[in-house]
DNA sequence: ATGAAAGCGCTAACAG
DNA sequence: CTGTTAGCGCTTTCAT
């Protein structure tokens, strides 16, 4: 038998190119390259120097395919949103990303859509790629895919939310207990007649529900009936969905003087048709948003809102996350990140 | 020798379980079950079926990272934004992580920060997973970014810029050109003192500087001026540097009639200050936005913007990507999808 | 239409 | 500290 011709090295540099030429190039064993590159504690002076000089002479780049293959590790972590456009999570993907990267993995993005269809195949996909984690905004709706997460082994973080029976890990908040505390605080205000406007998505719903609860039970709805006047407008919410939101409100029976929205985008809706209308906020009207966004300090007059910290939600489901990866437990698995009621000129 | 013992079987379904299993399962070579997997097609009837039984009754995910190391396909594209936060490029990535998923690709996220430093670890990170794309948000600054990727020889999309030199394939627009469109129509609407507030991001500025260019060529600068007043705000835009950028235009010498925009959240801020102190809008001072963001048709006064087909780059970026994976080539490998202006109100 | 063998590029486990 | 060996789970290539 004879040696086998060498192998034809491609013409692009960095392409094809293997830690085995990175090896060869630097006199040692591929695996002393590894080491080399990932542990470099654990390899001598001499033998680093010369693996890094021969990484920088090719430009070679490790496939990470393959390193996740061998150690089941894949420094991958995908984050599954219903819809990246809408401020609302923007935040916590944002401040996800960067805690990731800083920590050398990187963000799988996924969109699940507001309907359950789309969630199936995108579990599917996630899954195949096994990845270290994956962080979910919102509670993931289908018993099935839920079962399927669970049953996969892999890390899981839900967001946004508090359940009773989280799949595994949770950094979130009491939906109802926001409700509860911006009627509270409307009632504090000296407001005795309020309404609410919320977007059709079920965290939504929940945020109005606990609001007009609490407000009936305040006296501030119309003696006998037990709920406050809702408007409900398709998610995403818009600008105009609030503008046309007052409008319904305010040609329903029975005057307002103080309105929550389930949104920021909603809230300023709401204070460009109370101008229109010649409606004074917050003398005539009190308006409250949810989700603090950037823009809502600088309205005019600013907006009263409760406040997500959406980049600790991503900070903390970072940690979660790189904690189980490199095999330490987490001993809190449920974190309650709470909110904050910032107090402004709309109320 | 003895046979080895059988293989310990992982305790939960779905976990640790391979193709193998499956195909063993369904009385066929694993090579056989890979191919009714991928290419149903190629297998009979009777072997298809029981290969999808066993599939069904295991709750068997291939292991992605595996295919993509034998076959060299990822099915990853790579997608990298200055920043997520900033609702600009949020329609091109959800558009794109739509268009991907319905063709079975999944998209990886990386933010490359308004600074250089990161680019490179970015880079790297996502060279290393060798994905079948990479798309790119505005330009890739540093040029031995540009080189690395390149000679890596994965298919690079360009958006939202146009540059004579593109790396690879492109879809965007001229921002030279929008400076200009936009100094014009202030002019067709008889404005004669025109301003602008730009972020301090390379982009904006060039809109910024065209249009202003074009602003004294069309005679709306002080007379003897070579540009028009100019505020510079940072980057990302909000509505206070809006509300600061107005303020500032309207201290300096010279009044004012129309005031060019950066982005759509600035002229929102421009309008609540022009409102807060009584400035009519149009009749006084003409405002025009850049982004045509949702909110833009809901404002009072409607905001006359420059519209970016965001979703159409997205899509555009997304076939361009999967056509090269699929191992055909891309005639027109650069695409201007230009702009519109939208005429609303406030001019 | 189906299968056997080989190997993608890397790392775990075990030597030395 | 360094190297050898043996896979990770899949697909390619080449037979049958």
């Known amino acids: 038998m004879t040696a086998p011709a060498p192998v034809v090295r491609k013409g692009r540099k960095g392409a094809g190119l293997t830690l085995r030429d990175v090896a060869r190039l630097a006199g040692v064993a591929p695996i002393t390259a590894s080491r080399a590159l990932n542990t470099p504690d654990a390899v001598s002076e001499t033998v680093l120097k010369k693996v890094r000089e021969a990484v920088e002479r090719t430009g070679y780049v490790p496939n990470l395919l393959a390193g996740g293959l061998a150690s089941k590790k894949s420094r ?51 899954i195949g790629r096994r990845p270290d984690g994956v962080v ?28 009773p029976t989280p799949i595994d890990m949770l950094v979130g908040f009491s939906h109802e207990r926001i409700g509860v505390a911006v009627a509270q605080h409307l009632h504090a205000a000296g407001r005795r007649r309020v309404a609410v406007i919320a977007g059709v998505d079920e965290r939504s719903r929940r945020r109005a529900r606990a609001f007009s609860d609490e407000a009936v039970r305040l006296g501030m709805a119309v003696a006998g009936r037990k709920e406050v006047p809702q408007c409900m407008v398709p998610a995403p919410t818009t600008l105009g969905s609030g503008r046309t939101g007052l409008a319904d409100l305010l040609g329903q029976d029975g005057a307002i003087d103080g309105v929550f929205c389930s949104s920021d985008i909603l809230a300023m809706g709401v204070m460009i048709e109370a101008q229109v209308r010649g409606v004074a906020i917050p003398s005539q009207l009190a308006v409250m948003g949810f989700g603090d966004l950037s823009f809502s300090r600088d309205l005019h007059p600013q907006l009263t809102t409760v406040r997500i910290d959406g980049t600790g939600i991503g900070k903390t489901a970072a940690r979660f996350i790189i904690e189980r990866a490199e095999g330490r437990e987490v001993p809190e698995r449920v974190q309650d990140i709470g909110f904050t009621i910032i107090e402004r000129q709309s109320v």
């Not at 609302?88 to 799988?108: C, H, K, P, R």
């Not at 509670?139 to 508090?162: C, F, H, N, Q």
């Open 76 to 126: 991958l972590v995908a984050a599954v949103v219903p819809t990246i456009v809408g401020p609302i999570f923007l935040e916590t993907v944002q401040s996800l990303t960067e805690a990731l990267a800083d920590a050398g993995y990187q963000l799988m993005l996924g969109q699940s859509g507001y309907e359950n269809s789309r969630e199936d195949a995108l579990l599917e996909a996630i």
């Open 136 to 163: 979910l905004t919102g509670i993931m709706r289908s018993a099935e895919s839920r079962k399927r997460l669970l049953a996969s082994g892999i890390p899981v973080v839900e967001t946004w939310d508090l359940t």
